[in-house]
């Protein structure tokens, strides 16, 4: 059974970047029918997609926070990672992975998802 | 940018059918994809490709989309599914979530 765990700082000085990692097991980061995904969720607010990334580098972002993210992986170790610049308490949130999966044009869809990591912007 | 619009909360009697709406323009153009989300825990997948049940997901969980609204239907509602609920389809190489109802179950 696929599972991925997040990981990286709780917290983050402003200003500073942020750099999350997220390890997959039980599966291949090489599967070609995925992508990865990060999301994230403010405290008591709804589910905000930063970005996707395919085993390849290939990289699709928000574009509302596409100047900010890089996202790469690295196969050898099953992982990608996430890296946000210029961080606010306005990115204060959980954040989350998932494996993201592909269909036809528009079949886009997460599963299974991290159990998230908080991520507060403080200094 | 493309927009999904949710009610920000339904109420529901143990045992009776709730529905959840997601509107956004010509969404039946697109699979809908559906997420349960209970306090403190991650996101769900329910169902996707706007009716499909993942492995382990109850059959009184149910979707459709048609025309510019996807629903979410929860039919014999149990007290275990008072949660959020969060509607996600892909509109120009773009990932759009809605902003969730929260399910409660009276």
């Known amino acids: 059974q696929l599972q991925l765990q997040e990981s990286g700082p709780g917290l983050v000085k402003p200003s500073e970047t942020l750099s999350l990692t997220c390890t997959v097991s039980?599966?291949?980061?090489?599967?070609?029918?995925?992508?990865w995904g990060w999301i994230r969720q403010a405290p008591g607010k709804g589910l905000e997609w930063i970005g996707s990334?395919?085993?390849?580098?290939?990289?699709y972002y928000n574009l509302s926070l596409k100047s900010r993210v890089t996202m790469s992986v690295d196969t050898s170790k099953n992982q990608f990672s996430l890296k946000l610049s210029s961080m606010t308490a306005a990115d204060t949130a959980v954040y989350y992975c998932?494996?993201?999966?592909?269909?036809?044009?528009?079949?886009?869809?997460?599963?299974?998802w991290g159990q998230g990591t908080l991520v507060t912007v403080s200094s | 940018s493309y927009d999904l619009t949710q009610p920000p909360s339904v109420s529901v009697s143990p045992g009776q059918t709730a529905s959840i709406t997601c509107s956004g323009e010509?969404?039946?153009?697109?699979?809908a994809t559906w997420y349960q989300q209970k306090p403190g825990q991650s996101p769900v997948l329910v169902i996707y490709?706007?009716?499909e049940r993942p492995s382990g997901i109850p059959e009184r969980f149910s979707g459709s989309n048609s025309g510019n609204t996807a629903t979410l239907t929860i039919s014999g509602t149990q007290a275990m599914d008072e949660a959020d609920y969060y509607c996600?389809?892909?509109?120009?190489?773009?990932?759009?979530f809605g902003g969730g109802t929260r399910v409660t179950v009276l």
């Open positions: 039980g599966g291949s980061i090489r599967s070609s029918s995925n992508y």
């Open positions: 996600q389809a892909w509109d120009s190489s773009t990932v759009v």
């Open positions: 998932a494996r993201q999966f592909i269909v036809g044009q528009t079949g886009r869809w997460f599963d299974p």
């Open positions: 010509n969404l039946e153009s697109k699979w």
């Open positions: 990334i395919y085993y390849s580098g290939s990289t």
């Open positions: 490709k706007d009716r």
